[in-house]
């Protein structure tokens, strides 16, 4: 297991030079709030500020990781990313480093995971998080997905995750037996947000890092993964059960819990318009057509039905039921979801069809299944 280095821990920045002024910020609305004459310790401020911190902080961890590879001999490759690599067009299904400097994975149409790091060992591929959180209940779910696209295109490695967070966050025992946790004293921002800030401020030359193990992504192989033509299969196959609604022993098989905690959500059916105002009536004036019913993974791992009303090709709600009292959420129009959905409009057929009965069979279903990872 990788062991943390004392100046990681403790935040040592002695030997990153000014690398950190050399990656991409938006302080913009930041400095607009400071003309308005808000205080650093307003929380109109800080609440835009964490967001700041947080990037300065994985691009830190980026530049003592990079470092840090050097002198460990289990390491064999780092993939450069940021300044030390040169930007280009995001490629389709594969990983790239995008326009931003940053690792990515994307569809024809979608960025569908990033990744802070990534480095191998002979067997095993590293995915690295770095975050500020205070607590890891929302990281459960996104470390899910973002490990089963890589077992996806790296079939070759068994995957593992480093995780760096900070003194005093919650819930660090909780996380998966493949990720390693490193814990950092506090970390501030506030020396390299004077230092972009104060235009007089003259930064040392960028220190890149460059030997055997610093690669770029275009020497990778990955294994193709067709994203949409894999939602489409799971549709077919589980409701391809003659005498069930829903193919449950289908989606208990060891590659399909992959395949859903990649997507996190996948598409099972539809319903009838006035079917699905009987089960929600308060719901009678703002439901305009018929229902896409997806099923959706939840970070603790139980599943359950989420709702989608396209009214055009980018205008899509999502209808959320908690308990027995449904809302309705706009999603992004540009965003993977919208794009999902459009898809599945495509090839759904009449028999994909749900009604009432069916509904509350699933959900006795999903009470009581076992799905985990």
């Known amino acids: 297991m990788l062991k943390i280095s004392d100046d990681i821990k403790n935040l040592d920045d002695a030997n990153i030079a000014d690398n950190l002024l050399y990656y991409e910020y938006n302080t913009k609305h930041l400095r607009q709030l400071e003309k308005q004459g808000l205080a650093r310790d307003d929380e109109r401020f800080l609440s835009a500020y ?12 980026y530049e003592k990781l990079i470092r840090y590879v050097m002198d ?27 326009s931003k400097g940053q690792i990515v994975y994307r569809t024809n149409r979608n960025e569908i995971g990033e990744f802070d790091a990534i480095f191998f060992t002979k067997k095993e591929l590293y995915f690295v998080e770095m975050t500020l959180v205070k607590s890891v209940t929302n990281l459960k779910r996104r470390l899910r997905k973002k490990k089963a696209l890589l077992q996806t295109i790296f079939p070759q490695y068994t995957i593992k995750s480093l995780i760096i967070l900070n003194e005093g966050v919650s ?37 890149k890092i460059e030997g055997k193990k610093i690669i770029g992504t275009e020497v990778l192989k990955l294994h193709y993964f067709k994203y949409y033509n894999t939602l489409a299969w799971i549709l077919k196959q589980s409701r391809g059960h003659k005498d069930r609604v829903l193919d449950m022993s289908f989606l208990k098989r060891k590659d399909v819990v ?3 905690n990649l997507f996190t959500k996948f598409y099972i059916g539809f319903m009838d318009k006035e079917d699905f105002i009987k089960m929600y009536p308060s719901l009678k004036d703002k439901i305009t057509q018929n229902v896409m019913v997806a099923v959706e993974k939840e970070h603790t791992g139980r599943l359950q039905l989420t709702y989608f009303m396209q009214h055009t090709r980018r205008n899509l709600d999502n209808i959320i039921v908690t308990g027995d009292a449904p809302k309705i959420a706009k999603k992004d129009p540009y965003g993977i979801t919208v794009t999902e959905v459009a898809h599945i409009y495509k090839i759904i057929k009449p028999y994909h069809q749900l009604k009432i009965k069916d509904i509350n069979i699933i959900n006795k279903l999903f009470a009581s299944a076992d799905i985990q990872e």
């Open 50 to 61: 964490r967001s700041f911190e947080g990037e300065v902080f994985e691009n830190y961890l």
């Open 258 to 260: 992959r395949f859903v």
């Open 72 to 98: 460990i001999d289990e390491v064999t490759e780092f993939i450069a990313k940021g300044p030390h690599k040169k930007s280009g067009k995001t490629l389709p299904n594969t990983l790239s480093v995008n």
């Open 171 to 207: 819930g660090a025992r909780q996380l998966p037996d493949y990720a390693s946790v490193w814990i950092t004293k506090p970390y501030s921002s506030a020396k390299v947000y004077d230092q972009i800030t104060k235009n007089d401020y003259k930064r040392k030359p960028f220190e």
